[in-house]
């Protein structure tokens, strides 16, 4: 019993570990970007510009109502979107219903970040890694879904998201890296500006989203 709280000791000790918990990152990393708890009761229009390197831009508007559970969403004029609850509707284009729930996950999550990891159920790995990056020292959290497998990069001094990746398969490194820059405040939330995306483990760029102003 001795021999392994000892090793138990030196390994939660051993460099590139805290001993901070998750929720201790995520309840500092809500107070910065969202210190009011105002995201259960969002009730904005969000405005997006999306660029890609061929230079096929859109333009998106989001219409989310937290407090309801409704979105609506408008790509182009050529895609719209609307979704209550669980139930969705296409109002403009050939796109299935269930394509506009995976629109609907995919703005609320990126986009409701750090937010949305107090999602009940969200299955984070209990041991809080400690990295660097661009000179920063930062909080890693790991949490692992059913189909990937993401790492959340939080400023270990003001809470502040500065990235995310994920993988489909660790073993491969095959996935995503998304790295975030600027911010701009919708209804007291400090949402992260501008998301550029890149292939891993190439780092090959694939676009990035602006969100340019709410309404």
Not at 100 to 128: C, H, I, Q, S
Not at 168 to 174: C, I, L, S
Not at 202 to 213: A, N, P, Q, V, W
């Amino acid at each position: 019993m001795e021999k392994l709280l000892i090793l138990l000791l030196v390994a939660l000790s051993a460099p590139g570990f805290s001993q901070i918990t998750p929720y201790e990152v995520l309840d500092k990393a809500a107070s910065y970007h969202d210190p009011n708890g105002k995201w259960k009761e969002l009730n904005a229009t969000l405005l997006f510009t999306e660029t890609r390197p061929s230079g096929d831009d859109r333009k998106t508007t989001v219409v989310i109502d937290n407090t309801r559970s409704y979105m609506k969403i408008n790509r182009n004029d050529e895609n719209v979107y609307e979704i209550l609850g669980e139930s969705s509707k296409v109002l403009v284009g050939d796109h299935d219903e269930a394509r506009a729930l995976r629109m609907r996950n995919y703005y609320l999550y990126l986009w409701g970040l750090p937010m949305k990891l107090y999602d009940e159920g969200t299955p984070f790995d209990r041991d809080v890694e400690e990295e660097t990056l661009n000179g920063i020292k930062c909080h890693v959290l790991r949490v692992v879904y059913e189909e990937d497998t993401w790492y959340f990069h939080f400023d270990q001094s003001s809470g502040r998201m500065l990235q995310y990746k994920f993988y489909k398969d660790e073993d491969t490194g095959k996935g995503e890296l998304i790295t975030l820059e600027d911010e701009i405040t919708v209804n007291g939330i400090k949402i992260p500006q501008k998301r550029s995306w890149y292939t891993l483990p190439e780092m090959k760029y694939l676009g990035t989203d602006i969100l340019t102003g709410s309404e």
